[in-house]
């Protein structure tokens, strides 16, 4: 807490909302041998009373050295300077407008309560670009990776122009719904973490690959499917396999997790694999499955999806012991620039 009310007063509210009553005066901030010293007071305490503009702005400034990310409140015109230097300058409703241009976020409702409420849903908006990244990538692993391989290896098209339209086609109405589904938000600040993401996302591609050619094979060897009745097996496996990993990759912990998926994204799935069945069992530009592969697909495709899902979580595992052991994502291992 920073304010410009008296010691005693700012005490008071701070023992009131549970901030502590370590308040000091802001002739603490002066009365510092250097930057240092006067970093270590400003860590120590919970609050500084008395205080005048350039003293807030010192605070924001010292505070992002030790690579903290500082939000900042503010209503008038001696925060602004504060309110522009922050990480989050935060206007609370009827401030003045120069705190308005100073800040990155006003608030339009009484109270603070109303950051609680931007918090929670910034973070849920993050959660669904995380889960939207790891599908997109491990799909388009899958994809790229399956006919690469097959077209160098094996001198097959596994898939031909017109399915991969249809793919692509198919997966847009999964992928658009995806930002409506409902995660859970983190209990900590969120940052970026594209190394996780990675390793996920790979992980995911290359054992979509791996179970993708076992069905090739069987398909070719076992079952002595002729080619292209075989492009229309890997074409609805793609399509079946593709949008069962948005449930793997929607949640970090096991695909039956609380919350469930939003219905949204339920009738996008159903309705977009509904024409996909349609498509591969009665031949749409491709020669026709018939019910008896479609549903052999599916079952082929669900028993991998519950590996996958045992995967991701060891996965997942592994990655919190040796890559991410101790993350703190609200307080970056950096040295902001002071000058924002």
């Known amino acids: 807490?920073?304010?410009?009310?008296?010691?005693?007063?700012?005490?008071?509210?701070?023992?009131?909302?549970?901030?502590?009553?370590?308040?000091?005066?802001?002739?603490?901030?002066?009365?510092?041998?250097?930057?240092?010293?006067?970093?270590?007071?400003?860590?120590?305490?919970?609050?500084?009373?008395?205080?005048?503009?350039?003293?807030?702005?010192?605070?924001?400034?010292?505070?992002?050295?030790?690579?903290?990310?500082?939000?900042?409140?503010?209503?008038?015109?001696?925060?602004?300077?504060?309110?522009?230097?922050?990480?989050?300058?935060?206007?609370?409703?009827?401030?003045t407008d120069a705190a308005r241009a100073a800040a990155d976020v006003v608030l339009l409702a009484e109270g603070l309560s109303v950051i609680v409420h931007a918090i929670r849903q910034a973070r849920e908006i993050f959660a669904r670009m995380t889960n939207y990244a790891t599908y997109r990538i491990a799909e388009t692993i899958r994809v790229l990776l399956l006919i690469t391989l097959s077209i160098v290896f094996?001198?097959?098209?596994?898939?031909?122009?017109?399915?991969?339209?249809?793919?692509?086609?198919?997966?847009?109405?999964?992928?658009?719904?995806?930002?409506?589904?409902?995660?859970?938000?983190?209990?900590?600040?969120?940052?970026?973490?594209?190394?996780?993401?990675?390793?996920?996302?790979?992980?995911?591609?290359?054992?979509?690959?791996?179970?993708?050619?076992?069905?090739?094979?069987?398909?070719?060897?076992?079952?002595?499917?002729?080619?292209?009745?075989?492009?229309?097996?890997?074409?609805?496996?793609?399509?079946?396999?593709?949008?069962?990993?948005?449930?793997?990759?929607?949640?970090?912990?096991?695909?039956w997790s609380k919350p469930a998926p939003a219905p949204i994204l339920l009738v996008a799935v159903i309705g977009t694999q509904t024409v996909a069945n349609l498509i591969a069992v009665y031949g749409a530009l491709m020669t026709s499955l018939g019910w008896r592969w479609a549903a052999l697909v599916w079952a082929y495709a669900l028993f991998w999806f519950l590996i996958e899902d045992r995967f991701k979580l060891a996965t997942h595992y592994w990655l919190d012991r040796h890559v991410r052991p101790d993350r703190t994502p609200g307080r970056p291992n950096l040295v902001r620039n002071a000058d924002k």
């Open 1 to 95: 807490m920073v304010t410009g009310d008296q010691v005693a007063i700012g005490r008071e509210i701070a023992g009131q909302v549970g901030l502590g009553e370590k308040i000091l005066d802001a002739g603490t901030l002066d009365s510092a041998v250097d930057d240092d010293e006067l970093t270590v007071r400003v860590e120590a305490a919970d609050g500084f009373a008395q205080v005048f503009p350039e003293h807030k702005y010192r605070i924001v400034r010292l505070l992002q050295g030790r690579g903290h990310i500082v939000g900042m409140t503010g209503d008038g015109v001696n925060d602004a300077p504060a309110l522009k230097q922050a990480d989050a300058g935060i206007a609370v409703a009827g401030a």
């Open 154 to 255: 094996m001198n097959f098209f596994p898939v031909t122009a017109v399915m991969i339209v249809f793919l692509a086609l198919l997966n847009d109405g999964a992928i658009l719904a995806i930002a409506y589904d409902h995660v859970r938000e983190a209990n900590r600040p969120a940052a970026w973490d594209m190394r996780s993401v990675l390793t996920i996302a790979t992980a995911l591609g290359i054992m979509g690959v791996a179970e993708t050619f076992l069905l090739l094979a069987l398909a070719k060897q076992v079952f002595g499917l002729d080619q292209d009745l075989i492009r229309t097996l890997i074409f609805l496996k793609l399509s079946v396999s593709g949008h069962l990993t948005v449930f793997v990759t929607r949640t970090r912990h096991a695909f």
